[in-house]
């Protein structure tokens, strides 16, 4: 009986993590953030790898070169809009979940990924501002995406132990 009236104490959550909505703010933000720099990228790939290597050029940096342009092959723009997409979908289904974590580990592995990739490249092939600049924003990102995790688990356990229903759908779609 006990459980039942903390329940009724607890209003609909509608596919909304109790006690989230900064962090949902927060994933909606990123989602809009990886489908504008995606989409962005799709369009003016070379601008956006000139207008770093100049960056990095000031800086000392080497630029990467003319015929490793990614309009000189189709196929990075297919890989990369596809992983902002991946990271935007990834970020606007934990924000609409009850439970987020699936969808933060997922961000965190895609993020975590290219900031390892681009900081190995940076040291092993060749100083480019493209992989400093990967390192740069995918690093925090990827920490930012733990640190909602971390935050959110232990919201989520807190909620467990004192017999809060989480409520919502499974997956937070519907």
């Known amino acids: 009986m006990e459980g039942i009236e903390k329940r009724s104490q607890v209003p609909p959550t509608d596919g909304w993590a109790p006690l989230c909505l900064p962090s949902s703010l927060v994933l909606y933000f990123l989602s809009l953030l990886f489908l504008v720099f995606g989409v962005l990228y799709l369009a ?3 601008t956006i790898v000139a207008t770093t290597s100049s960056i990095g050029k000031g800086l000392g940096l080497s630029r990467v070169p003319a015929d490793g342009a990614p309009s000189a092959f189709g196929g990075w723009l297919v890989f990369t809009f596809a992983y902002m997409v991946a ?3 990834s970020s606007f289904f934990a924000a609409r979940s009850a439970d987020p974590r699936p969808y933060l580990r997922i961000l965190v592995v895609l993020k975590a990924t290219s900031c390892l990739t681009a900081g190995a490249l940076f040291v092993v ?3 480019f501002a493209f992989y400093l600049a990967t390192v ?3 690093g925090p990102l990827a920490l ?3 640190g909602l995790y971390v935050h959110l688990t232990g919201d ?3 909620l467990k132990r004192s017999g809060v229903a ?3 759908t499974q997956d937070g779609v519907k």
């Open 136 to 138: 740069i924003t995918d």
């Open 125 to 127: 092939q060749d100083p």
């Open 44 to 46: 003016y790939p070379d």
């Open 166 to 168: 989480l409520g919502g």
């Open 144 to 146: 930012v995406a733990v």
């Open 87 to 89: 990271a935007a979908a």
């Open 156 to 158: 989520m356990e807190r």
